[in-house]
Structure formats: C-alpha cells, structure tokens
C-alpha cells in the first residue's frame, strides 16, 4: 500500500522558515518524480515544486522560486522541503505527491497545515 506521510507544517511569522517531510512507503521511492503541492482555503491546488529521479533536477512555481528548495534522500524514502521567507500567501495545507506534475501525482499525503501569520 502506497503510503506519503507529511510532517512539519506549524504557525510561523513572516519571513520566518520550515521545513517540510514526506516520509515515503509501499513503493521504491527512488522509482518515481515525486512534488510537493499546496491548497489555500477556498481555492484549487497548486504545484509547487518538484523533483525528479535522474540528477535530482529540480523545479519550482513562480511564487516560490529563490525562497523554497525540494530535496530527497532516496535511502530514507523521505522528501523535503525547506521554505525560506515564508509570506502570508503561503498559508495552505501542503501535500506531498507521487509524480513531478499535478497531472501525473497518483498518490498524494494527507497534508500538513502551514499557517504564515504575524
């Protein structure tokens, strides 16, 4: 059973950071692109980043470039994702996803709220 556990969303201020987990099981991790994707209340989700399994090449929305970076450790089945210079629009529940695009994510986690608010 394919299994996405996200942990590490909490309350921060502005600008403050956090880092994000997504703790991988009934796969081989290392098989797949995985993203991390985001829903703020009352609107669809959007991708956010992804990564992908060849050279760990990365990819990143607009509205988080300079500020995010997406990493794996393919040994821990595990995803990351540091966010830097946290802005109130980034206030949603992130998910993680199995595949690089919203299109291809056949399996998402069951989120972790991260609330940027002063």
């Known amino acids: 059973e394919v299994q996405l556990v996200e942990s590490g969303g909490g309350m921060v201020q502005p600008g403050g950071s956090l880092r994000l987990s997504c703790a991988a099981s009934?796969?081989?991790?290392?098989?797949?692109?995985m993203s991390w994707v985001r829903q703020a209340p009352g609107k669809g989700p959007e991708w956010v980043s992804a990564i992908d399994i060849g050279f760990g090449s990365t990819y990143y929305a607009d509205s988080v470039k300079g500020r995010f970076t997406i990493s794996r450790d393919n040994a821990k089945s595990t995803l990351y994702l540091q966010m830097n210079s946290l802005k109130p629009e980034d206030t949603a529940l992130y998910y993680c996803?199995?595949?690089?695009?919203?299109?291809?994510?056949?399996?998402w986690g069951q989120g972790t709220q991260v609330t940027v608010s002063s």
């Open positions: 996803a199995r595949g690089g695009a919203l299109s291809t994510s056949d399996y």
């Open positions: 009934g796969f081989t991790f290392s098989d797949y692109d």
